[in-house]
């Protein structure tokens, strides 16, 4: 299919290109791989006449690990880098795996974290990492303010929708570091190995005081309007040994706290069941594999 009519902008800097985004007005679409945006202007879910391609704008691209602080992750950076980057994979397995679930080595040669978050499509695969890891976003703007930090847990706001303000441009992704004791996991269900989306994803985090667990945070994918967390879940498991059944019974809680759509991809009833076995694989994996 082709794509419809649009002017296509460069952006050279930070700053242009958020002078641009203003300028250019509510019908300019800002654009980093493109893995979404083309395949939403073919499928004419989106028809904007500005295209901002930011992909030349320097600075952006690092994955940088700091030790004591974390990992920050430039808009940039190509999703394809963080599955094969070999700190990420020592000292943030699950975010590896998360980035290597999205698509197939081609489309995550071109797509981007930041652009993976920012399209906030529910079943967005790096989503529930970034949320049980309390990731951090950066943010450019040229009003009112040079820009700012959003906790991930108040970015994603619907389909499609996020805290972003008008002519804002994400800069970084910030993880903290994983203290010890602190394990986490990303799974996902879909039909297909590769180039499916998720029916549905779960991430945990457990700080573990040897076989009790002393915080955990789980966010499930593919569920609602938006990526969100599992309280009832991880209540149960804070304060209390990690036996078999007792993360049998996060699973039923996470299953309980999400209310999924039936679609093309899986009827609600069986996401609900997916997400009771997926949470209680997500809490084993993160448990299995140490610093994860
Ligand atoms: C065949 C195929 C299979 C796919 N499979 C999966 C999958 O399994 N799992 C999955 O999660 N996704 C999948 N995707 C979706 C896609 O690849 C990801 O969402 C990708 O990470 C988007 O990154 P991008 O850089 O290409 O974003 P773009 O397409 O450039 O942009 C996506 C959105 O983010 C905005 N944006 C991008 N960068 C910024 C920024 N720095 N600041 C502000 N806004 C920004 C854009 O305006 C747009 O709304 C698939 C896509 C294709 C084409």
């Known amino acids: 299919m082709s794509l419809p009519k649009f002017e296509y902008v460069i952006a ?6 958020g ?4 300028e250019l007005g509510d019908n300019c679409m800002i654009m980093a791989g493109g893995t979404d945006v083309i395949v939403l202007m073919k499928d004419r879910v989106l028809k904007p006449e500005y295209i901002l391609d930011i992909k030349g704008v320097p600075g952006m691209d690092q994955l940088e690990y700091v030790p004591g602080e974390g990992l920050k992750i430039g808009a940039l950076t190509k999703l394809r880098t963080i599955q094969t980057s070999k700190i990420v994979k020592e000292r943030f397995r699950a975010v590896a795996d998360a980035a290597h679930f999205v698509a197939s080595t081609q489309v995550r040669s071109k797509g981007t974290m930041a652009g993976n978050i920012c399209n906030a499509s529910p079943s967005a695969d790096t989503a529930p990492i970034l949320l049980v890891l309390n990731a951090s976003i950066k943010t450019f703007r ?12 108040e970015f994603f706001k619907g389909v499609r929708k996020t805290a972003l303000t008008y002519g804002e441009i994400v800069t970084e992704i910030n993880i903290p570091e994983l203290g010890a004791g602190e394990y ?6 879909a039909i297909r190995k590769a180039m499916d989306l998720a029916i549905v994803g779960v991430a945990a985090w457990l700080k573990m005081d040897g076989s009790k667990c002393v915080d955990c945070r789980i966010a499930l994918g593919a569920v609602a309007t938006t990526p ?6 991880e209540q149960l498991l804070i304060g209390q040994e990690l036996t078999d059944e007792l993360i049998a019974k996060a699973g039923v809680a996470a299953s309980e706290s999400c209310s999924p759509i039936s679609d093309v991809r899986a009827s609600a009833e069986y996401r609900k ?9 997500a809490i084993k994996k993160a448990l299995e594999t140490n610093k994860a």
Do not use: C, W
């Open 12 to 17: 050279h800097s930070i700053e242009e290109a």
């Open 19 to 22: 002078n641009l985004a203003v």
């Open 142 to 153: 040229t009003s009112p303010d040079n820009g700012r930090t959003i906790p991930i847990g």
């Open 184 to 189: 986490a996991a990303y799974i996902k269900h």
């Open 228 to 233: 969100i967390r599992a309280p009832q879940a």
């Open 273 to 281: 069941d997916m997400i009771r076995v997926f949470t209680k694989r």
